[in-house]
């Protein structure tokens, strides 16, 4: 099952469409040439699916949103797994 994950931008990277997210202590680079037009900084929140920010979302529904994947159980827990095994960074 693939999630889509709410992730807090740590800092955008001068060198590319790339932002650093924190995923629930994970750090990870993101791609966020899909917001292009939006007003990102340190501090926003995104919706990542796969490697890349899809939607920027208040912290609100950042936070209810992982309150409901937390309660998914395995799913969500395999998901942050593979992320913090995952070698991008």
């Known amino acids: 099952m693939c999630l889509a994950i709410p992730g807090e931008i740590v800092e955008i990277m001068p060198d590319g469409p790339v932002a650093k997210v924190d995923v629930t202590g994970v750090r990870r680079a993101v791609n966020i040439a899909l917001l292009d037009g939006e007003r ?3 501090g926003d929140w995104v919706l990542i699916h796969v490697g890349f ?3 920027k979302i208040d912290e609100a529904e950042a936070r209810a949103t992982l309150a409901l994947l937390e309660g998914l159980g395995e799913a969500y827990d395999d998901e942050i797994d ?4 995952s ?3």
């Open 40 to 42: 990102l900084a340190a």
């Open 53 to 55: 920010a899809m939607s």
């Open 82 to 85: 593979a992320l913090r095994e």
């Open 87 to 89: 070698g991008i960074d």
